[in-house]
């Protein structure tokens, strides 16, 4: 299958500063990726859609200046965290989904560990 | 807008037992829906899919059947094993306020007791 692969899986920051996290498709083109939130023990919940070469979607409720997403190429897409507070320590989690007609599969990269201490 | 419920966890069966979790969603077009799969430890895999009325996904000895007339997609397993221990997301995909997005349910934790 394809391969999604999500950098770093972990990280530990301090208050204040800000994180990046890579999301690659390593071997298809992905016109659209998601980046999604997961706290302990619940759903996975969608915070943005970025679309290659377009600005994000972002879902009502999170922050567009906080959660900076950067679509750049059809094989990366970045989500910063700026100015990271505790609060945002979570688990984020990427996928993406082929140039291909609606009912494809999103892949999901391993996810990334945020915490902010 | 489009959504997805699924069954509340934990469940937790003995080895070789039948196993059903519930999905059932609302949705205003014709959307795909899948089961996705989070072993300990491990991020997200998909488990099956369907992508149109009465077809039934399966891997594993899983399966499900999409039921649009009862808007369902229940995860069910014969004879279930100690490694299925997981957490099992149903999900829905589909054009949500004319955007393409992909919709979790809220995720059943399943422990296998051998």
């Known amino acids: 299958g394809a391969v999604v692969s999500q950098h770093p899986s972990w990280v530990i920051c301090k208050s204040g500063t800000s994180v990046k996290i890579e999301c690659r498709s390593l071997?298809?083109?992905?016109?659209?990726m998601f980046w999604y939130r997961q706290f302990p023990k619940q759903s996975l919940m969608l915070m943005a859609t970025?679309?290659?070469?377009?600005?994000?979607?972002?879902e009502q409720g999170v922050e567009k200046d906080k959660f900076l997403i950067n679509h750049a190429s059809l094989t990366l897409s970045t989500l910063t965290v700026t100015s990271a507070h505790p609060e945002d320590s979570s688990f984020y989690i990427c996928s993406a989904r082929r140039r291909v007609i609606l009912g494809t599969e999103a892949f999901f990269g391993q996810g990334t560990r945020l915490t902010v201490v | 807008g489009d959504s997805v419920t699924q069954m509340e966890g934990p469940v937790t069966l003995s080895e070789e037992a039948c196993l059903t979790i519930n999905c059932t969603y609302t949705a205003t077009g014709y959307p795909s829906l899948f089961w996705y799969v989070q072993y300990p430890g491990e991020g997200l895999q998909l488990l099956l899919k369907a992508t149109k009325a009465d077809d039934k996904g399966s891997n594993k000895g899983f399966e499900a059947t999409y039921r649009k007339e009862t808007t369902s997609f229940h995860l069910e397993k014969g004879s279930v094993q100690v490694s299925d221990s997981a957490v099992y997301f149903c999900?829905?995909?589909?054009?949500?306020?004319?955007?393409?997005?992909?919709?979790f349910g809220q995720g059943t934790r399943l422990t296998i007791n051998p």
């Open positions: 970025s679309n290659e070469g377009s600005k994000a979607t972002y």
């Open positions: 071997d298809f083109q992905a016109t659209t």
């Open positions: 999900a829905l995909f589909g054009i949500i306020q004319g955007a393409q997005k992909l919709v």
